[in-house]
């Protein structure tokens, strides 16, 4: 097969995006791995026939995931001394020797990877998510119900047991797994409740991942990045936290689970949330989610709103926090709450 150099373009432009965002480690790896693609070596062979869109399915990142996962699931020893998230040390050392050899042994659990997405779930995400569902809370003075569409793994829907701490407030329980700092904040919130009141829970994903099973929990591990050891370790604390309290989250396509799911309750501010789904949503599905919101949105009070919560990508660089809310009054009211990054950080809160 003639090479479209497509790959080794997504290839090269993810290293760049490592060395940006903050993995030495998988910049110099995916750097190797490009050698290789241009030495027509085992990369070129596997990862030139897996799409064909590489850069829009993330086929490095794929890639990078499946030797990850062979890495924390204890079945890739000698690429694992090199990865911080398995217990190994990084001191610049070039991974790329071990990782084909990882490919070259164990072929077929590539080949058969390179058709799974990239799958995340950023627990990190859960601070803008707190605030905006803290500003809701406080705005109708009711406990929430929340229905969370594209969950991933649901570890989002927990949020309420992580704890977010601000100059002089604080939110979530004084002895939670996952504390987030004043750090996550550029503007914080001029007040937060002491605790989030969530009555019921609901989630879906097309593709959840249960983490409460093995494969699980190294499946959403093996996406992040193996030298990026916080964010690993927010990520287990938030499973610690999910096994804590059970959640199911529902396979489904968000559209029609919606649509069977959704009513008002009195007494509760019913809220739909998510983040960073919008994008994926075919447009039936959106359209869809748009009529269910509309139709029960004009059966909402003021003692049971509805609301729309979603963390959404606005530029390049940051999302919006923003809320639709339906109580009664003849138009539904829109609030931009607050410019954050895509991973939850450098939180700005204008409303
Ligand atoms: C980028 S991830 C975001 C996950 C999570 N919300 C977070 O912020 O970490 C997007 C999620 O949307 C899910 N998704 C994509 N299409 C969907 C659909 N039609 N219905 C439900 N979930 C969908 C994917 O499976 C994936 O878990």
Known sequence: MQPTFDVLDAIERQAEACDHIGSPLYTTLLRGLAADHRAGGVTRDLLESASERPQHDAIPLRYLAIGHRLALAGSAQDLARHYPSCGGEWHGADPTRDFLALVHARRADFVDGLTRQVQTNEVARAVPLACGLAHLQQMFALPLRTF??????????????????????????????????????????????????????????????????SAGRIAIQ?????????????????????????????????????????????????VVFHSIVWQYLPPPTRRQLR?????????????????????????????DLRATVWDGCSQPSEHHLADVGYHGHNLSWLA
């Not at 269910?292 to 999302?319: D, F």
Request: aromatic content about 6%; some cysteine; charged content about 20%.
């Open 291 to 319: 009529a269910t919101l509309t139709a029960v949105g004009a059966t909402a009070t003021r003692t049971a709103p509805l609301c729309w919560l979603r963390m959404e990508p606005a530029t390049a660089t940051h999302a």
């Open 222 to 270: 093996s996406f992040l990045w193996p030298d990026q050891l916080e964010r690993i370790d927010r990520l287990r604390a938030a499973m610690v936290i999910a096994e804590e309290h059970p959640l199911q989250v529902d396979a489904d396509d968000a559209g029609a689970w919606l649509q069977r799911r959704l009513a008002v309750a009195d007494g509760a501010t019913t």
């Open 148 to 213: 969370e569409l594209g969950a991933s793994a649901g570890l989002l829907s927990r949020l309420a047991w992580f704890r977010i701490e601000m100059p002089f407030a604080a939110c979530g329980p004084a002895d939670a797994r996952l504390h987030f700092g004043p750090e996550w904040f550029t503007t914080p919130p001029h007040t937060l409740p002491a605790l989030l009141d969530v009555v019921h829970q609901e989630a879906v994903d097309l593709t959840p991942i249960d983490v409460a099973t």
